[in-house]
């Protein structure tokens, strides 16, 4: 009986510590990727983190860091999806022909219309907007903000799930932008109408197991955003677009299926302004802090400063085309001393629609490195 038991301790201690010593010698074979869309708790940040924090960080550290992590994903998405025709998953939700949608910062509730905005929200909002249009003006700046939609803005009409509805009611940012018209002349765009025109005209504009928009997406939002700075601007049906590689996305690999679901086009363009060739004069390609800076020889040509979020990547070839030197930063990566170095004739300020209602926290950021 004796060695039954020291049968059944030995044997459930190997359960329990076999997997991590079998995970020493097999992780380099393994896929190890930071798939999340956030930076991977570390022992530092629970050593950190007050008392009463304390173990809820750790809990989110032992996730972050659990072996197997992407491989058990992977099946955990394989089984829902081809078993139970659904899928489990905090962060991403499956749509119509396997398009994914995003499920945090309030896109789903966005989408549907749920969330109301306060007369608080809405004046902090407009305050901090005129204040930088204050600062850019006393500098003979010129300022737009451009508020990219939401993937499911854009495409939850198509391929959101039929149990998804929708309120009728307006939106956060709707709500927000006509206030702002309403009661300021800041001049702020949302290419919503473009991006579904283009869409409906057969371009797909975001990519498909992803957060953002594709090169057709970035392309059409440069263009409204030139239309609001009074420049030329270009259709894109009059441009030659060619398919890339296949792609996956941000979103596929949330459930590890980056692998499985990377059937995507990474769509291009020809014919915009071939006869410029901007210049890449320094770059920092850090996750999700990307920053660029370009020149061209346009003659007489002016600066731009493009401070914003990942959507920026897909407008910088089009942009910097109509520049003479042209810089693109997130907006956390921006340092004092930034805006008076480059000496911009025109600032860009872009917001992502789910991102929009804090970005008034970092616009006074900013404007306290520019004093």
């Not at 119509?96 to 608080?120: A, H, I, Q, T």
């Not at 009059?238 to 596929?252: E, K, M, P, Q, R």
């Not at 459930?255 to 320094?282: A, F, H, S």
């Not at 930063?329 to 992502?352: F, L, Q």
Request: proline share 3%; net charge negative.
């Amino acid at each position: 009986m004796k060695k039954i038991v020291r049968c059944y301790i030995v044997g459930f201690v190997l359960v329990l510590v076999l997997p991590y010593l079998v995970y020493l010698y097999v992780a380099k074979y393994l896929d190890l990727e930071n798939h999340e869309n956030h930076e991977l708790v570390t022992m530092q940040d629970v050593l950190d983190a007050s008392w009463n924090e304390k173990t809820i960080i750790l809990e989110d550290c032992i996730n972050d860091h659990i072996p197997y992590k992407n491989e058990l994903t992977k099946l955990n998405t394989l089984v829902d999806i081809n078993i139970f025709k659904s899928l489990d998953s905090q962060s991403v939700l499956l749509g119509k022909d396997n398009w994914l949608f995003y499920k945090k910062d309030n896109c789903l509730e966005d989408y549907c219309r749920v969330l109301s905005v306060s007369e608080e929200e809405i004046e902090d909002t407009i305050t901090s907007m005129q204040n930088l249009r204050g600062y850019c003006n006393e500098h003979g700046i010129e300022l737009v903000y451009m508020i990219t939609p939401n993937k499911e803005s854009i495409y939850g009409d198509l391929y959101m799930p039929d149990y998804v509805k929708v309120a009728e009611k307006p939106s956060r940012v709707e709500i927000f932008l006509q206030s702002i018209t309403n009661e300021t002349d800041v001049n702020i765009i949302f290419p919503e109408v473009e991006l579904k025109a283009a869409r409906d005209a057969g371009y797909q504009v975001y990519k498909k197991y992803d957060t953002h928009w594709n090169q057709l997406g970035g392309y059409v939002g440069t263009m409204r955003l030139l239309e609001a700075l009074k420049m030329d601007t270009q259709d894109l049906g009059a441009l030659t677009v060619y398919s890339g590689n296949n792609i996956t996305g941000d979103l596929a690999n949330m459930i590890g299926m980056g692998t499985v679901y990377n059937d995507d086009i990474d769509y291009r363009l020809d014919g915009y302004k071939d006869n410029i060739q901007p210049e890449l004069i320094e770059e920092r390609d850090e996750p999700n802090l990307k920053y660029s800076h370009y020149r061209t020889d346009i003659p007489d040509g002016k600066t731009i400063v493009c401070i914003g979020d990942s959507f920026l990547e897909a407008t910088e070839e089009y942009l910097a085309k109509n520049y003479k030197e042209s810089y693109f930063m997130h907006i956390s990566n921006y340092v004092e001393g930034t805006i008076e170095a480059a000496d911009p004739d025109v600032i860009v300020i872009t917001s992502t629609e789910r991102a929009f209602p804090g970005l008034h926290w970092s616009i006074d950021n900013m404007l306290e490195l520019c004093k």
